[in-house]
Structures are given as structure tokens and as C-alpha cells.
């Protein structure tokens, strides 16, 4: 996919029709002609050296929590080293899944 960006306006150019065909679920998941547009904001960070991946929440969908099989040992606080939310944990939670990997104890 090229991306142009000129200003304040950026341009997604899909190369091939797996690429044409999810621009067109995130067209109708985000513009929505008879209401309000939805907004895209950005998660985390984007280093190509360190991982080649940019990502963003789409504002206005309801997510639901996923969780790991995993359960917390103890008492604890869990962070996303993505998008930085925390959760706390009681001894026997299950460990969330946050921005597609398990969250990290934190303390």
C-alpha cells in the first residue's frame, strides 16, 4: 500500500485487491455518511527499526476485553508497553489482552 501524505492530507493507494478490499472494511467502519465520521488516533509508537507497525484505535467502537489463560499469581498491576493502560489484578485474575499481546505486571 502507498501511503502520500501532503500536509493535511493523507492519501492510501492500495496495490493489490487484499489491500483494496481492507481499505474498503475500514471506509465503512469509519465514514459513516448519514452520521458523524469516527476518528483514528494513534497507538503507542511507530519505530520501523524496532517493529514495523503502525497502529490505531478506532474511536466510537465498543471493544470487548480479551483475556489470556494466564491468571495473576498475586495482588498486581498490569501495563500494555504499547498504549500504556493499566489494570489491577486481583490473585487469580486472568491476564488481559491489550493492543494483541498479553499485558506486563507492572510492580
Given at each position: 500500500?502507498?501511503?502520500?501524505?501532503?500536509?493535511?492530507?493523507?492519501?492510501?493507494?492500495?496495490?493489490?485487491?487484499?489491500?483494496?478490499?481492507?481499505?474498503?472494511?475500514?471506509?465503512?467502519v469509519?465514514?459513516?455518511?448519514?452520521a458523524?465520521?469516527?476518528?483514528?488516533?494513534?497507538?503507542?509508537?511507530?519505530?520501523?527499526?524496532?517493529?514495523?507497525?503502525?497502529?490505531?484505535?478506532?474511536?466510537?467502537?465498543?471493544?470487548?476485553?480479551?483475556?489470556?489463560?494466564?491468571?495473576?499469581?498475586?495482588?498486581?498491576?498490569?501495563?500494555?508497553?504499547?498504549?500504556?493502560?493499566y489494570?489491577?489484578?486481583?490473585?487469580?485474575?486472568?491476564?488481559p489482552?491489550c493492543?494483541?499481546?498479553?499485558?506486563?505486571?507492572?510492580?
Open positions: 500500500m502507498k501511503i502520500q501524505v501532503d500536509r493535511n492530507i493523507v492519501e492510501f493507494i492500495p496495490e493489490n485487491d487484499q489491500e483494496t478490499a481492507s481499505m474498503e472494511t475500514l471506509w465503512r469509519v465514514v459513516d455518511c448519514a458523524d465520521n469516527k476518528r483514528m488516533t494513534a497507538i503507542g509508537e511507530y519505530i520501523p527499526s524496532k517493529e514495523n507497525l503502525a497502529r490505531f484505535h478506532i474511536e466510537g467502537i465498543e471493544s470487548t476485553t480479551v483475556y489470556t489463560e494466564d491468571k495473576a499469581v498475586e495482588e498486581c498491576t498490569v501495563i500494555c508497553t504499547t498504549c500504556n493502560k489494570m489491577h489484578l486481583k490473585g487469580g485474575d486472568a491476564v489482552v493492543c494483541g499481546r498479553p499485558m506486563d505486571v507492572a510492580d
